[in-house]
């Protein structure tokens, strides 16, 4: 009988079991131990009959069966108790927690850690606990919980822009680490990311009417193109003559759409679970990416260009992929391609968020002097007799007109829409009911 009993760092077991993956996993996970094969519950020697095979068996279940390598933490020896052949297979504390179950992933059915004498699943908590305290500050670097992944769109992604894209790439830019697990970073790029940008589009300059919204999910290359389509749908050509000149031109400027989508995708925390927010106005659009400057960095830095990655290695990829040219060039550009305007962008930060504002060029142009346009009546222009008429033209088709309606049919601004309204109103032309939302024009019946 031995003096062995069975606690929060010894297990006994009469013979090999395939549950020693369990507990030497949370013995790695925890404080280590030792598990002893050849000793039943009760203390009592058996011993095994063939110690070479016992261990050989061991040591190949522990190798093939646990993620990442734990076999540098792991001692297995023969021992003589009563006479008996004995493994004591001695498991020291990882550096890589958790270590988890091959065919269960880094999940609790594949996670186990010490309670007591028993071995039991970690909770959810525990292995993002461990996966933090194990992977310093680098939110990228760490284990992907989720080992399950799949690449189709990266792939694709990559294959377009004319480079190869396959387990040695993806250990070479980081997202394979060197015990051959997923990293965060292959996580967020790909079908499984739930990291996530939501968009919407306001009526007006405040959020209080919604016109439209989603969500978009999934590898950050899919967000990245449904986003910046998202947004040039929105990003309306407005056309302006100059004598026999069409001069078309966009509300926002390609480029800054572009470098603010980019930033707010490269630069945000994803160790925060809140979404990357895209709010479109009337007259400016926002970008809020979560997570506020990097340690050390001012506003002031980041105005003269100066970068310091929080995702380094993701940083990396989009500059292979020939998305970004340089680091540090992207708030140079969007205030390059306003520099000729009379407005421009602003870019705010908090401990927790970032914010780029583009405001709406065609917007500034029409509505610059909109105040002095409200105040200055309607003359009896051709011009004027126009919009009337396209306006009655408008009310006899749909049976009634919005101010909505004659701004876009006639493209003018919401002030000059009001006047129009108001004086054909007051020239009994339009007869209008109803209040706020529900106000509609018709064509008064004589």
Known sequence: MSM????????????????????????????GGT????????GSVCGVPDADATMLRVTNALRDGIKPDMMMFVDCRYTDMDNKAVIAVSVQRGTARPYYLRDKGIRPEGVYVRQGASTVP???????????????????????????????????????????????????????DSDGT???????????????????????????????????????????????????RYNRTR??????????????????????????????????????????????????????????MSLDDIMLGVSALRNQNLANIFYRLRLIE???????????????????????????????????????KEGGSKTEEAR????????????????VSLCRKNGFVVRKDIEQTLHISQATAILLLREMVADGLLTKKGAARTLRYYLTEF
């Open 4 to 31: 062995l009993t069975e606690g929060q760092t010894i297990e006994l077991k009469r013979e090999y079991v395939d549950d020693i993956k369990k507990t030497a996993a949370a013995f790695a996970n925890c404080d």
């Open 35 to 42: 598990i002893y094969i050849g000793i039943d519950d009760d």
């Open 122 to 176: 970690a909770s959810d908590a525990a292995i993002l606990h461990m996966i933090r305290e194990t992977s310093g500050d680098s939110y990228e670097a760490a284990r992907s919980v989720n080992q399950q992944l799949t690449f189709a769109y990266c792939s694709s992604f990559f294959q377009k822009r004319g480079l190869d894209f396959g387990p040695q790439q993806m250990r070479t830019l980081h997202m394979i």
């Open 182 to 232: 997923f990293t965060n970073l292959a996580f967020l790029l790909s079908e499984q990311c739930t990291h996530s940008v939501k968009l919407a589009v306001f009526e007006g300059s405040k959020k209080t009417v919604f016109k439209d919204r989603t969500e978009l999910s999934g590898s950050l290359f899919e967000q990245l193109e449904n986003a910046f389509d998202y947004i040039d």
């Open 239 to 296: 056309a302006e003559f100059r004598g026999l000149d069409r001069l078309d031109s966009r509300d926002y400027p390609v480029v800054a759409v572009r470098e603010a989508l980019l930033n707010a995708i490269i630069h945000r925390d994803y160790s925060l679970s809140a979404s990357t927010l895209i709010s479109i106005f009337d007259d400016r659009i926002e970008f809020v990416s979560i997570g506020g400057l990097v340690k050390g």
């Open 326 to 364: 340089a680091y540090g060039t992207g708030i140079w550009k969007i205030n390059e391609s306003y520099s000729d305007t009379s407005v421009k962008p602003s870019i705010m930060a908090t401990s927790n968020a970032f914010k780029i504002i583009l405001p709406n060029l065609n917007y500034a």
């Open 376 to 391: 200055r009546p309607l003359t009896n222009s051709s011009k004027k007799e126009e919009r009337i008429e396209a306006v």
